[in-house]
């Protein structure tokens, strides 16, 4: 008896679904520590990385340098306007959303498609990081917003340097997360 082939339809169902690894900067207002987060970014296998309208240009040449050149292998979306170099501010934004709008949006539409975000934040009633599981990022969240079963990945939101993630893009996110310090160390550079 001839066995038959499964068609392209139920071999796409049988695939596991690819799960997306986002990484959304909101106010990063240095150009060598984008570059290094775009690098970091790439070595750690992040599928792509959104910049709000008021991030540095992750293209101005400081930036690139220090990346090492993985600006140009990791997909970068900047949200709302884009922020030309040759404003005189080396490459970084000097206007932009206050209210973080364009970063809501995204973040909003990310949840919708079943994208899982997070803030992160120096706050000690957020969830550690190392204790954030497939498992609960189903349960209920700290901010009341709807999660989703069929989890396609998380985002993670990282804030400015010297004042972190505004408050209305942390509130638009499912979870808010934060890094175990060791002694003595209050945050890192971001």
Not at 81 to 102: E, F, K, Q, V
Not at 115 to 137: P, R
Request: aromatic share 4%.
């Amino acid at each position: 008896q001839q066995q038959q082939q499964p068609s392209q339809q139920q071999q796409q169902q049988q695939q596991p679904q690819k799960r997306f690894r986002i990484v959304a900067l909101d106010g990063i207002s240095d150009t060598a520590n984008l570059g290094s987060l775009i690098r970091t970014s790439s070595a750690m296998g992040i599928d792509a990385i959104i910049l709000s309208d008021d991030c540095c240009d992750a293209w101005y040449r400081r930036s690139v340098r220090v990346s090492m050149g993985h600006v140009f292998r990791v997909p970068i979306v900047r949200l709302e306007s884009a922020i030309a170099a040759d404003h005189g501010d080396g490459g970084c934004g000097n206007g932009g959303s206050d209210s973080g709008r364009g970063m809501i949006d995204v973040l909003k539409r990310l949840g919708e498609i079943g994208i899982t975000t997070h803030a992160a934040v120096i706050d000690e009633d957020a969830q550690l990081l190392e204790t954030v599981t497939v498992t609960n990022i189903n349960d209920n969240n700290a901010n009341g917003i709807k999660t989703h079963n069929n989890n396609r990945g998380w985002c993670c939101v990282l804030g400015n340097e010297g004042n972190g993630i505004r408050s209305s893009v942390a509130k638009a996110c499912h979870f808010r997360i934060r890094i175990g310090m060791a002694q003595g160390v209050d945050s890192l550079s971001l």
